[in-house]
T-cell receptor, first 108, second 117 residues
Framework: EIEMTQSPATLSVSPGERATLSCRAS??????LAWYQQRPGQAPSLLIY???TRATGIPARFSGSGSGTEFTLTISSLQSEDFAVYYC??????????FGPGTKVDFK | QVHLQESGPGLVKPSETLSLTCTVS????????WSWIRQPPGKGLEWIGY???????IYNPSLKSRVTISIDTSKNHFSLKLTSVTAADTAVYYC???????????WGQGTLVIGSS
C-alpha cells in the first residue's frame, strides 16, 4: 500500500497571503496525484489532477507541482472561500487508492 | 452537469448491515467507474471501493470482507452494503465518480450513518 502524508496539519494564513501545502508518498506515484478541497460541511471537490493540471473551473491561483514522492499545492493569494481542508490522493496504485490525512488552512 | 445523491438509513444497529444507494442524474452511469468513500466525524477520507458500469468491482482490502457494491444501470444507480456494522463505521458516506488518471471528479453531498443501538 502507498501511504500518503501531508504537512503541516494546520496552516494559519492571512487573506491575500500565499499558502504552500506539502504531500509526500511512501513510494513513487509518478504524477498520478490529485488534490481536493473540502469546505466545512461540504463534500470534497477536485482541484488538481496529474499533479499539476487544474480541474475544470478551478481558479489560476491554485497550482500543483511535483512528481515521484514529493508534491506541493500552492494557493498564490488566499481568498476567504479558500479556508478549508485540502487532501492529496494517489491513483498510481490503481485500482487501490489512498488519501493523505489533510491540511487545514485557517485564518491567522 | 452530473449530480450524485446518496440515500439510505441514517442509523444502523451494531452487527446489522448498512445499505446506501447513490442515484446519478445529468449523465449516464455507463462507461464510468463509481466509488464509495467515507469520512468519520472530524477525520480524513477513506476509499471503500468502486464498481465499473459493467459490474466489475474492487474493494479496499481493509474492508473487503464486509463490503459489496452493486450497480443497476437501468435505474442509473449503484449501491453499497457493509455488513457487521460497529460504532467504528460511523461516518459520512460519499458516492463519487472516478475517472481513470484523473481522480474523483463528481461527489454526492454525503450522508451521515451512525452505527449505534
Amino acid at each position: 500500500e502507498i501511504e500518503m502524508t501531508q504537512s503541516p496539519a494546520t496552516l494559519s494564513v492571512s487573506p491575500g497571503e500565499r499558502a504552500t501545502l506539502s504531500c509526500r508518498a511512501s513510494h513513487s506515484v509518478a504524477s498520478n496525484l490529485a488534490w481536493y478541497q473540502q469546505r466545512p460541511g461540504q463534500a470534497p471537490s477536485l482541484l488538481i489532477y496529474g499533479a499539476s493540471t487544474r480541474a475544470t473551473g478551478i481558479p489560476a491561483r491554485f497550482s500543483g507541482s511535483g512528481s515521484g514522492t514529493e508534491f506541493t499545492l500552492t494557493i498564490s493569494s488566499l481568498q476567504s472561500e479558500d479556508f478549508a481542508v485540502y487532501y492529496c490522493q494517489q491513483y498510481h496504485n490503481w485500482p487501490l487508492f489512498t488519501f493523505g490525512p489533510g491540511t487545514k488552512v485557517d485564518f491567522k | 452537469q452530473v449530480h450524485l445523491q446518496e440515500s439510505g438509513p441514517g442509523l444502523v444497529k451494531p452487527s446489522e448491515t448498512l445499505s446506501l444507494t447513490c442515484t446519478v442524474s445529468g449523465g449516464s452511469i455507463s462507461n464510468y467507474y463509481w466509488s464509495w468513500i467515507r469520512q468519520p466525524p472530524g477525520k480524513g477520507l477513506e476509499w471503500i471501493g468502486y464498481i465499473y458500469s459493467s459490474g466489475s468491482t474492487i474493494y479496499n482490502p481493509s474492508l473487503k470482507s464486509r463490503v459489496t457494491i452493486s450497480i443497476d444501470t437501468s435505474k442509473n444507480h449503484f449501491s453499497l452494503k457493509l455488513t457487521s456494522v460497529t460504532a467504528a463505521d460511523t461516518a459520512v458516506y460519499y458516492c463519487a465518480r472516478l475517472r481513470y488518471n484523473y481522480g474523483f471528479d463528481y461527489w454526492g453531498q454525503g450522508t451521515l450513518v451512525i452505527g449505534s443501538s
